[in-house]
Each structure stands twice: as structure tokens, then as C-alpha cells.
């Protein structure tokens, strides 16, 4: 049986109607799949990484921090995640969520067709290497 990372969850309930949530990088679902098989392997469950924002001031910080190396953010709003049957799972520190699902190709589709826009963005810097 194999050995999997404890992803700490914070025991947050369920984040507000009003919670943006950013996904660095193009919605692309051959890329989502790597992600979601990727942090099964680590983890033990299928999950594509995301942040939560409530607030411009904290949508510029993600953008200019843990988003810096990612050219295009992907914005949802967190109602339409969970309403595709979708989990939006308090993994890590906040605000860090993973968007999870026990199957990873309903995970992969119902997170693709979920609403949402992108945005450039104005903070970015290509990785050392890119």
C-alpha cells in the first residue's frame, strides 16, 4: 500500500458565496489532468491546486506572489465549483484550496466548464529557466 504526504487541512467550513478563486496558468485539461494524477501520487486524492481571494488587496498580493510565475490567472467564483460537484478542500495555508473530486476526469470536465475568465497577469516573471 503505498505512503501518502498528510495534506493538513485548516477546518474551515465552507468559504463564502463571494470567495474568487484564482488558478495560475491557462485551463488546459490535459495539464489539469498531470496536476490532479500528480497530487494523487503525493496526497492520495485528485486535487488542482488553487487560492482564494475576498478582496482586490489580496488578489494583487496572490498575483505578485504565489502566483508571480504564472502569466495568466484563471478567476472562478467558488459557487460555481461547488455546484458542479466539485470540493473545494482547505488544504495547506490559507489562502490555499484544492479543488478535488474521487474521479479525476469528472474532476478534470466539470472544473473546465466551470464559468470563469482570465485575467494577464500584471506582476508576472518567467521562472529561472523559462
Known sequence: MPSFKTRIRRGESLPRNNLL??????????????TAERNFA???FYGI???GSYTP?????????K????????????RSILRADLELLD???APHYDVSHTDPNF?????VQCPHYLVRNPY????EGD
Open 107 to 111: 474532476l478534470i470536465e466539470k472544473f
Open 124 to 127: 508576472f516573471e518567467p521562472a
Open 49 to 51: 491546486s488553487v487560492f
Open 42 to 44: 503525493i496526497y492520495g
Open 91 to 93: 488544504t495547506g495555508l
Open 57 to 65: 488587496t489580496e488578489f494583487q498580493k496572490l498575483a505578485e506572489t
Open 21 to 34: 478563486v484564482l488558478r495560475g496558468d491557462l485551463i488546459i485539461p490535459e495539464r489539469l489532468l498531470v
Open 67 to 78: 502566483l508571480v510565475h504564472s502569466e495568466w490567472l484563471a478567476v472562478f467564483g467558488a
